[in-house]
């Protein structure tokens, strides 16, 4: 059975959108087998973020995803990785379809950047990584 991490961001908690994300993980079959809610330290999403921490935006996205409480856990179910990634949409809200969380909920990109309430990891990889970073073995 495959796992995901999947993220709830701050902008989500502020707005009270949490409620409908979870509706969609559950509609869609998922199984919940962690989640807690906490805000999210430098020192971790740094490594989370290992990727873009060159980036001119990473501080945009530090400051963003510690802005407030975030939902943080571990979805399961078959094909969950790509299956949650289709869901939340594109990285961009002005890209992201109708239909999905991203399209539906995300505010359009301001001067504090890409605000897109939901995180998934994008590879079986990836999501080993983040799993074990977040919550250990
Ligand atoms: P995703 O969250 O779709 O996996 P990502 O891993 O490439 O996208 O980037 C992580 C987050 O960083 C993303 O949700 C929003 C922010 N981000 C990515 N590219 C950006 C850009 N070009 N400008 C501003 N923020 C960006
Ligand atoms: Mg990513």
């Known amino acids: 059975m495959q796992k995901t991490l999947f993220i709830i961001k701050p902008d989500a908690v502020k707005r009270h959108l949490v409620g409908q994300v979870i ?9 919940i087998e962690r989640m807690e809610m906490l ?3 430098l020192e971790r999403l740094k490594k989370h973020y290992a990727q ?17 409480p975030a939902i943080i856990g571990i979805l399961s179910g078959p094909g969950v ?17 109708p239909g999905t969380i991203r399209g539906d909920f995300a505010t359009a990109p301001d001067e504090h950047g890409i605000q897109n309430i939901v995180h998934g990891s ?14 250990g073995k």
Not at 23 to 31: C, S
Not at 52 to 68: E, Q, W
Not at 124 to 135: D, H, P, T, V
């Open 23 to 31: 509706d969609r993980i559950e509609r869609r079959g998922f199984t």
């Open 39 to 41: 805000t999210l330290d």
């Open 52 to 68: 873009l921490v060159d980036k001119p935006f990473f501080s945009s996205i530090t400051n963003y995803m510690m802005s407030g």
């Open 81 to 97: 990785i790509k299956s949650w990634r289709d869901m939340m949409g594109a990285t961009n809200p002005g890209e992201a379809a």
């Open 122 to 135: 994008d590879s079986e990889e990836s999501a080993a990584r983040e799993i074990e970073l977040w919550f």
